[in-house]
């Protein structure tokens, strides 16, 4: 190192590892998964806990905004986190520069496509007419 | 003599009066070899980390495919429904559906794990490995206590 240089250690590595960024999409990982921890088990424990789960029954629960809001917000965290973590799988095992960005592009749509089709459908029972 | 080769004894290394560190290190038969990856001993904290990666991806794809599946036919009335769930009472669709809840709960136990883990803790052997057991365990658990629920207290 000569006398001019004052770049510190971690400036000297730093943009130099594989995936050139990252750090946000790690800590949305780790966000949305807490958000999951109790909008997950909100799901599972509502549907137990429901007397029978015809689809009379799931329409009206759903139509509450008591329901229909943590659903909504379960779609929307669970499809991020979801694309997040197979974009870790994706990144991981698939070499490939060409693969890897196209797999990645399919699960992009894919993620949005599916959250987007998930929510409207939401939105056809919970603002549509009494079943 | 400066220059040793890989196969050279530790010995050799000092012979020109200097001992060079790198070139221990390099040599030094003592040291714990690496074995190759596909002989390791497997141990519950490699199986509960791949877990992760494989209940994540099941419950990415499948999961989210069901859900999405259910809210659509929810919507669409009571025929669109009655198809869900013949679907969902098939044997194929119940060991879907009961593989899906395990799924969640190992991914949410060991995520917790993880989650613990990214503040730096418990990555001492015993602990971690005891942690890695109780996902299992819990997993299990939680997915007989909610089928068999379902099916012996609520059916």
New interface residues.
């Given amino acids: 190192m000569s006398l001019g240089d004052s770049s510190t250690p971690l400036g000297k590595v730093r943009g130099l590892g594989s995936a050139q960024q990252g750090g946000e999409h790690w800590l949305t990982e ?1 966000m949305t ?2 958000a999951l ?1 109790f909008l ?2 909100w799901l ?1 424990a509502s549907l ?1 806990l429901l007397p029978k789960l ?3 029954t ?2 009206e629960w ?1 139509r509450a905004p008591s329901a229909a809001v943590p659903m909504a917000l379960l ?1 929307v965290v ?2 991020r986190h ?2 997040d ?2 974009k870790v ?1 994706v990144d991981d095992y698939v070499h490939d520069e060409g693969n890897r960005f196209a797999l990645n592009a399919l699960l992009l749509f894919l993620a949005v496509g ?1 959250g987007a ?2 929510l409207f ?2 939105g ?2 919970a603002f ?1 007419a009494a ?1 | 003599m400066v220059k040793t080769g890989l196969g050279e004894s530790r010995e050799s290394c000092f012979e020109g009066g200097r001992a060079l560190s790198a070139h221990n290190m390099a040599t030094n038969r003592s040291r714990p070899l690496s074995p190759h990856l596909t002989i390791w001993r497997w141990g519950p904290h490699m199986l509960v980390s791949i877990l992760h990666r494989m209940t994540g991806a099941a419950l990415a794809i499948a999961g989210l495919a069901i859900l999405t599946w259910w809210l659509l036919a929810l919507a669409d009335g009571s025929d669109a429904y009655a198809t869900f769930t013949k679907a969902a009472g098939h044997p194929v669709g119940l060991f879907v559906l009961i593989g899906l809840t395990w799924a969640f709960f190992q991914h949410l136990l060991s995520g917790i794990r993880h989650l613990v883990m990214d503040s730096g803790a418990a990555f001492e052997l015993g602990v971690n490995k005891t942690f890695a057991i109780l996902t299992i365990v819990g997993s299990v658990l939680l997915t007989a206590l909610v089928w068999l629920y379902l099916f012996g207290v609520r059916a």
Avoid: C, P
């Fill in positions: 780790r998964s807490i921890l997950g088990i599972l137990l015809d689809q009379q799931l329409v759903l779609i669970g499809f979801a694309l973590g197979m799988i599916g089709l998930a459908s939401l056809r029972i549509g079943a």
